[in-house]
């Protein structure tokens, strides 16, 4: 192929993505569903215009750290230690049933496998994809319903940073564990390791950009110093302590997010994001997505990994809320505020697919997914917030 040839799938891809983005919005579709159709509509599965290359997957790498950083600097701390204990219990029901869910699911469909065996974490990670909220969608019908300032949008919003920490966690486990030749107790020390030099170095880098901010306040210097920093700490989870690069990046962005310019830094980097290395990371979703493979076993199976993904949040959020006292009726919506799923399932299944956990064809159930939790999310949540007979703070 020609060197020059990048240039033509680059500007194949970003038309593409940037047109039918705007096409599913107007659908009321979230865009990287819209980025995702194109891929798959110009990739090998149909039209064939491009190809996905080693340089379009290196470029997809750059945009999902992009993302990770983005997401971690658009984490609130402080809204996060003021939640407490009642957030984080909903996040955890919210990944582990998900979690047994998606590897029942699989393991009913193609067989119990051994514990340690490759299908045994092929079958996990299925449950490690369902994890994933993406909580954009709900922040979106909650603004136009007038409650995300509520005791449920609160608690919904709070639930999903958490839920994102732990699913990320979680997946490095299972990505650490699924080499033969990895010690298991090894990996735990590893991932302890990793959260324990990110807060002790996080602490000292957090008061040097604080210092830094001070003096070039709203400065380009410091949006390119944080992006340093992100492509630092993707290397150094990968390299010194086998944690994927999504975490090392998640966690470079959750180090900023409290300095006064971190708005300023999310706004810079997502230039970059939005013009280039994001549509190339969900084009190359479709790009990498298989129909030719498509037969009665994988549509069985995708209509039963979006049933389950779904239910499985609503039971696992909408019980843990119940348990720590919400009405029947409010913790109904906190499940079916933390059902809907984005940009971290994608980047997930990204990942699983980088290290031989998933393979393109199974990426036609988390699209799937995405598209039905998208649509149905605002729809329903509009139908619980219309029979309530008197204002969400009176009864918080």
């Not at 995702?36 to 149909?46: N, Q, V």
């Not at 340690?116 to 994809?129: D, H, L």
């Not at 604080?210 to 340093?228: E, M, N, S």
């Not at 230039?271 to 479709?286: C, D, E, H, T």
Request: net charge neutral; charged share 15%; aromatic share 10%.
């Amino acid at each position: 192929m020609e060197a020059y040839s990048i240039f033509r799938d680059l500007a194949i891809i970003v038309i593409f993505a940037k047109f039918f983005g705007i096409v599913a919005r107007k659908f009321k579709a979230p865009q990287v569903v819209g980025e995702i159709i194109a891929g798959l509509l110009i990739g090998p599965s149909i039209l064939g215009l491009v190809e996905q290359t080693e340089f379009l997957t290196h470029m997809a790498e750059i945009g999902v750290v992009l993302l990770m950083f983005s997401a971690g600097l658009e984490t609130n701390l402080k809204d996060l230690m003021k939640t407490g204990p009642i957030a984080f219990l909903i996040a955890c029901a919210g990944v582990f049933i998900p979690l047994v869910g998606g590897t029942l699911l699989y393991m009913g469909l193609y067989g119990v496998s051994p514990w340690g065996s490759e299908e045994f974490y092929k079958a996990v990670f299925v449950g490690v994809i369902m994890t994933a909220t993406s909580v954009s969608i709900t922040v979106q019908a909650l603004k136009e319903l007038g409650k995300l300032k509520g005791k449920v949008g609160t608690t919904i919003l709070s639930a999903a940073i958490i839920d994102d920490v732990i699913g990320i966690i979680v997946l490095t486990f299972v990505i650490g564990f699924k080499n033969p030749d990895t010690d298991p107790m090894g990996v735990v020390i590893s991932t302890f390791l990793f959260f324990l030099a990110a807060v002790g170095v996080g602490f000292i880098l957090y008061l040097i950009f604080q210092k830094l901010d001070a003096r070039y306040p709203h400065t380009r210097r410091i949006p390119i110093l944080g992006l340093a920093l992100c492509f630092a700490f993707a290397y150094g989870a990968e390299k010194w302590f086998g944690i994927a690069d999504i975490t090392g990046a998640y966690v470079a962005g959750i180090i900023l997010c409290s300095i006064q310019d971190s708005q300023y830094i999310d706004e810079k980097i997502d230039i970059n994001s939005y013009m280039l290395f994001g549509p190339v990371f969900f084009a190359s979703i479709g790009l990498k997505t298989s129909i030719d493979n498509v037969d009665a076993g994988i549509i069985i199976f995708s209509i039963g990994f979006v049933l389950v993904a779904l239910v499985a949040k609503i039971i696992g959020c909408g019980l843990m809320a119940k348990i720590c006292r919400f009405n029947v009726k409010d913790s109904l919506k906190v499940g079916v505020g933390m059902m809907t799923r984005g940009e971290v399932a994608l980047i997930v299944s990204q990942k699983g697919l980088s290290v031989g956990l998933l393979t393109p064809v199974y990426f036609t159930a988390v699209i799937l997914l995405i598209i039905v939790s998208s649509i149905s999310t605002p729809i329903i949540l509009k139908l619980l917030y219309s029979k309530d007979k008197e204002p969400e703070s009176a009864t918080a």
